[in-house]
């Protein structure tokens, strides 16, 4: 990929008009207009600049209130987030306020419009997944996310939820950075949950673009967004998957903790304690993308398996890309060393590793495996279904939970049973994160042409989806898949003749989106309601 043109648009004069005179003719002085990230104006202390390698300070003397009235005259009001802008910019001036409510402090950030920032993950954003963007406070996140708007809005219906007016700009015209997209804006901060609601039940879009997802309601939101198969394009503040996991409002953007007892003998199996933490439900967000700087940032691919890999006390493999001085695009594939802090008990190493001897370097187009959903399905198999030496299908699980896999075959009747050696077994059943490692147990069942069953985790939804698909029970009206169609298709006649409202029965993510987009079909809407593993859509009339 040749050099990239990025193109700054930042109307730097609007905001230098509103600072007081000779504070806007010192940074006009200083020059470095493409560098500076905001100016503090904090009463009773020397005004500062703060740019993007160092802080300056304006003068020795004192802010005073003259001055800080001189700016809160000049610019717009200030909403309950204490947060105002300059209409048809991008900048932002957030307020400090005293006990009395009066304004004491102000910080004025530089807001820019950065065309071309998004061709580091374009390809990501165009796949069509969810996509969460991390990092820290003024790291770049809102510049991605509303060039990720333009672009997306090319050939898609796109909705942007913006609660500060910080990606369309201040007042009712958004900027023209956002090119076709439209956007909401949100009245009071704390019903920007309800705004999330509200644009995909009135306005049909096929992509959401959400800035700052920081309280649990947001969390529900994007989850019953992305339940009713709308794309979200959404940030939060986090240095990395591993501290996202430890944030109880926010862990369920990709999938939650939740702890689990393990038999006696499941326990000695998996070597571990008998309570493990495993993830809770499907992750909302497919992609996650951890921002270190602006020319550097960390992809997880695959959320759900990463979020495994490290509940279980290993290394998710993930994808370093970065800048370098010519503008072309760098990717190298990572697989970290252990490091010194620990997740569940288990060492892992920080995302700001350097790349290692381990990594390899591979060309920056999209990568197939980087946007392809993994698959529950064998890793090898040697035929159609395995032989079976019975009427019954022996299954030898290593490292998959037996209580679960009891439990699932025992609720189909499936005619298969779990036996303890490769010699009685049909089929070898494992996880891909065991797989991986090529223990002795998996190269003896390939040697012995025994074919190799791989979840994608150890879950109970995994092991379900396993079973449907190996006893072909999905094509039947046993599947749970054509049982919840059914069940659905009932729901809406039962509505359309009367009812004002029909609660369905718990599913898993991927059967309630089915169930969201046959509601959507019969002109209805719906809505997903309660927790994993009892999490169920509800049907009611518009």
């Given at each position: 990929m040749?050099p990239?043109?990025h193109?700054?648009?930042?109307?730097?004069?609007?905001?230098?008009?509103?600072?007081?005179?000779?504070?806007?003719?010192?940074?006009?002085?200083?020059?470095?207009?493409?560098d500076?990230?905001?100016?503090?104006?904090?009463?009773?202390?020397v005004?500062?600049?703060?740019?993007t390698?160092?802080?300056?300070?304006?003068?020795?003397q004192?802010?005073t209130?003259?001055?800080?009235?001189?700016?809160?005259?000049?610019?717009?009001q200030?909403?309950?987030?204490?947060?105002?802008g300059?209409?048809r910019?991008?900048?932002?001036?957030a307020?400090?306020?005293?006990?009395?409510?009066?304004?004491?402090?102000?910080?004025?950030?530089?807001g820019?419009?950065?065309?071309?920032?998004?061709?580091?993950?374009?390809?990501?954003?165009t796949?069509?997944?969810?996509?969460?963007?991390?990092?820290?406070?003024?790291?770049?996140?809102?510049?991605?996310?509303?060039?990720?708007a333009?672009?997306l809005?090319?050939n898609?219906?796109?909705?942007?939820?913006?609660?500060?007016?910080e990606?369309?700009?201040?007042?009712d015209?958004?900027?023209?950075?956002?090119?076709?997209?439209?956007?909401?804006?949100?009245?009071?901060?704390?019903l920007?949950?309800?705004?999330?609601?509200?644009?995909?039940?009135?306005?049909?879009?096929?992509?959401?673009?959400?800035?700052?997802?920081?309280?649990?309601?947001?969390?529900?939101?994007?989850?019953?967004?992305?339940?009713?198969?709308?794309?979200?394009i959404?940030?939060?503040h986090?240095?990395?998957?591993?501290?996202?996991?430890?944030?109880?409002?926010?862990?369920d953007?990709?999938?939650?903790?939740?702890?689990v007892?393990?038999?006696?003998?499941e326990?000695?199996?998996r070597?571990?304690?008998?309570?493990?933490l495993?993830?809770?439900?499907?992750?909302?967000?497919?992609?996650?993308v951890?921002?270190?700087?602006?020319?550097?940032?960390?992809?997880?691919?695959?959320?759900?398996s990463?979020?495994d890999?490290?509940?279980?006390?290993?290394?998710?493999?993930?994808?370093?890309?970065t800048?370098?001085?010519?503008?072309e695009?760098?990717?190298?594939?990572?697989?970290?060393?252990?490091?010194?802090?620990?997740?569940?008990?288990?060492?892992?190493?920080?995302?700001?590793t350097?790349?290692?001897?381990r990594?390899?370097?591979?060309?920056?187009?999209?990568?197939?495996?980087?946007?392809?959903?993994?698959?529950?399905?064998?890793?090898?198999?040697?035929?159609?279904h395995?032989?079976?030496?019975?009427?019954?299908l022996?299954?030898h699980?290593?490292?998959?939970?037996?209580?679960?896999?009891?439990?699932?075959?025992e609720?189909?009747?499936a005619?298969?049973?779990?036996v303890?050696?490769l010699?009685?077994?049909d089929?070898?059943?494992?996880?891909?994160?065991?797989?991986?490692?090529?223990?002795?147990?998996?190269?003896d069942?390939e040697?012995?042409?025994?074919?190799?069953y791989?979840?994608?985790?150890?879950?109970?939804?995994?092991?379900?989806v396993?079973?449907?698909?190996?006893?072909?029970?999905?094509?039947?009206?046993?599947?749970?898949?054509?049982?919840?169609?059914?069940?659905?298709e009932?729901?809406i006649?039962?509505?359309?003749?009367?009812?004002?409202?029909?609660e369905?029965?718990?599913?898993?993510?991927?059967?309630?989106?089915?169930?969201?987009?046959?509601?959507?079909?019969?002109?209805l809407?719906?809505?997903?309601?309660?927790?994993?593993p009892?999490?169920?859509v509800?049907?009611?009339?518009?």
């Open positions: 040749g990239e043109t193109v700054i648009v930042d109307d730097l004069e609007a905001l230098l008009d509103v600072l007081p005179p000779g504070l806007a003719g010192v940074l006009r002085a200083l020059g470095r207009r493409d500076l990230l905001e100016v503090i104006l904090d009463l009773g202390r005004p500062t600049a703060r740019y390698d160092q802080e300056v300070m304006l003068r020795e004192e802010v209130r003259q001055e800080i009235d001189y700016v809160v005259e000049r610019v717009g200030f909403d309950a987030d204490n947060r105002a300059i209409p910019t991008l900048h932002r001036i307020a400090v306020r005293n006990r009395r409510g009066d304004v004491v402090g102000l910080t004025c950030r530089v820019r419009a950065v065309y071309g920032t998004i061709t580091i993950i374009q390809d990501l954003i796949s069509g997944k969810s996509v969460l963007l991390l990092g820290r406070p003024a790291v770049g996140k809102t510049t991605m996310l509303r060039e990720a333009r672009v809005a090319e898609r219906r796109v909705i942007i939820v913006d609660t500060s007016n990606i369309g700009g201040d007042g015209i958004p900027h023209p950075a956002i090119g076709r997209a439209r956007r909401m804006q949100v009245a009071v901060p704390n920007q949950h309800e705004v999330m609601i509200e644009a995909v039940e009135n306005h049909n879009p096929e992509v959401i673009v959400i800035d700052e997802i920081g309280r649990e309601l947001e969390a529900e939101a994007a989850r019953t967004i992305a339940e009713r198969g709308v794309q979200l959404a940030t939060a986090g240095n990395s998957l591993e501290n996202l996991l430890l944030n109880p409002t926010l862990s953007l990709v999938g939650g903790i939740e702890s007892t393990l038999s006696d003998e326990a000695r199996r070597g571990t304690q008998k309570t493990v495993e993830r809770r439900s499907p992750p909302t967000f497919d992609i996650l951890e921002i270190q700087d602006r020319q550097r940032l960390i992809v997880h691919p695959d959320v759900a990463a979020v890999t490290l509940l279980r006390g290993g290394l998710p493999r993930t994808q370093l890309r800048r370098n001085a010519a503008g695009i760098e990717t190298t594939y990572i697989t970290p060393e252990p490091g010194r802090r620990t997740f569940n008990g288990h060492s892992f190493q920080a995302a700001e350097e790349p290692r001897s990594q390899r370097s591979v060309p920056s187009e999209p990568a197939e495996e980087l946007i392809q959903p993994p698959t529950y399905l064998p890793i090898e198999r040697a035929q159609e395995p032989k079976r030496t019975s009427q019954t022996a299954i699980p290593y490292g998959v939970a037996r209580d679960r896999l009891i439990a699932a075959l609720s189909v009747n005619p298969a049973r779990l303890d050696s010699s009685e077994a089929l070898l059943l494992t996880t891909r994160q065991i797989y991986r490692r090529r223990p002795g147990i998996i190269r069942a040697k012995s042409g025994l074919p190799v791989a979840l994608r985790a150890n879950t109970v939804a995994q092991i379900e396993f079973i449907e698909d190996l006893f072909e029970l999905s094509n039947t009206e046993d599947g749970a898949l054509t049982r919840a169609a059914r069940e659905t009932e729901a006649r039962r509505i359309h003749n009367g009812a004002d409202e029909v369905l029965s718990p599913q898993n993510a991927y059967i309630r989106r089915r169930q969201h987009e046959m509601a959507r079909a019969a002109n809407e719906s809505e997903s309601t309660g927790r994993e009892h999490r169920r509800k049907i009611y009339r518009p």
